[in-house]
């Protein structure tokens, strides 16, 4: 049952932020923006709710047993969701779960994003692969690591050129890297 209540816990949270960035998008649209990269928008929300899938059925057919190295993965997903909380709350109004651009706006370089360029994406790599560790979920990581890869390359080539053409982003990022401030991208 904790396997399902944790699951469910994350679920809701994900459902929360839906509503905090549908609101977030209504204001930047009444600001003048617009939004950018709605083909690939619908696979990654169908990749996203696939995942949910994937993990509860494989936990359903192989229910988790729990060891000592457990602690590993559960640790990296509590630190994931304190590392989310402040990318997030760091961007404010201008957060959201789509590509939305607000032209002539100045990009927040603050929180998170004063040391790497996509912290939220980062930790959602990390989500992916460190929830289902944490319940021997092995298809279910790796599966979605490679998809969730993919879409991620699809959505930051967009993001950022659609940043670039509108906003400060070249010069507010040009010295941060993409993920990790110590590896080039």
Not at 6 to 17: A, D, F, K, M, S
Not at 89 to 108: C, E
Not at 114 to 131: A, D, Q, T, W
């Amino acid at each position: 049952m904790i396997v399902y209540g944790l699951i469910l816990i994350v679920i809701l949270q994900r459902l929360i932020e839906v509503i905090i960035a549908k609101k977030n998008e209504q204001w930047m649209k009444k600001q003048g923006g617009y939004e950018v990269g709605k083909s690939h928008y619908r696979y990654m929300v169908m990749l996203h709710m696939l995942f949910f899938c994937s993990l509860l059925l494989e936990v359903s057919l192989t229910p988790p047993q729990f060891y000592m190295w457990s602690l590993i993965p559960l640790s990296l997903f509590l630190v994931a969701q304190i590392c989310r909380g402040w990318a997030l709350s760091s961007l404010g109004r201008f957060w959201n779960t789509r590509i939305i651009v607000l032209p002539g706006a100045k990009v927040k370089v603050k929180g998170p994003y004063r040391f790497i360029r996509h912290p939220n994406y980062l930790v959602v790599v990390i989500e992916i692969m460190m929830l289902p560790l944490l319940f021997q979920a092995y298809v279910t990581m790796i599966l979605f690591t490679i998809l969730n890869g993919w879409i991620l390359s699809v959505r930051i080539r967009e993001e950022e050129q659609a940043l670039r053409g509108v906003t400060n982003y070249e010069n507010a990022f040009s010295n941060k890297k993409r993920f990790l401030p110590i590896i080039d991208d």
